[in-house]
């Protein structure tokens, strides 16, 4: 899966780890709930520079969503150290050696843990989702990523990159909170 290229695209900037970890989180977040819509997992691959048409049958999004949820375990790590834990156990457990591929000359050559350039989605996205978040903890020495603080949402986000540190997935839910908190001072401060 995901030899996307575009003739003419820049395909570093595209492809950079930071990319690639932040198509996992907002695949977590798109494959979180009960029932997940096939539509939308479809849209964010397609966002993240999938070529299409991307047709996603019930099983693989299951098989997502099974994936999301291993590595929701990533962003729950509050250390590197823990971090390190959770991905260990799932590259022991899921994921198939280190190799590389140009998927037949398409795309300049990449490493990648899946078993195959046709593995299943499922696969495609632990491996990959592996891949990317081991690195950032590799060069940052930090947890890649975070869940949201705000009890409401618990979206996850990569933390790693440009600007200060973050607690919130989204200026939505920063603002949400910040809000909140500000009537809980007003009615404490005024009671009655
Ligand atoms: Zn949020």
């Not at 029932?35 to 999938?50: C, I, K, S, Y």
């Not at 591929?101 to 990449?110: D, M």
């Amino acid at each position: 899966m995901s030899s996307s290229i575009d003739a003419g695209g820049d395909w570093s900037t595209r492809h950079s780890v930071l990319t690639m970890a932040r198509r996992t989180a907002a695949l977590v977040n798109a494959l979180t709930g009960d029932r997940p819509d096939p539509g939308r997992v479809a849209e964010v691959l397609l966002a993240h520079g999938e070529t299409g048409p991307v047709d996603l049958t019930p099983r693989d999004v299951s098989e997502m969503r099974e994936a999301a949820g291993r590595l929701r375990e990533v962003f729950a790590a509050e250390h590197a150290g823990e971090a390190a834990v959770v991905l260990n156990r799932l590259l022991g457990e899921h994921t198939g050696p280190l190799r590389l591929t140009s998927h037949g000359g398409a795309t300049p050559w990449h490493p990648h843990l899946d078993r195959d350039d046709d593995a299943p989605w499922g696969e495609w996205l632990l491996a990959s989702s592996c891949l990317a978040l081991t690195v950032l903890v590799w060069d940052r020495q930090l947890p890649p990523g975070r869940i949201c603080a705000s009890a409401a949402c618990r979206n996850v986000f990569i933390t790693q990159g440009p600007g200060p540190e973050r607690r919130y997935c989204s200026r939505r839910c920063a603002t949400r909170e910040r809000v909140a908190a500000h009537r809980r001072a007003r009615s404490t401060a005024s009671p009655g």
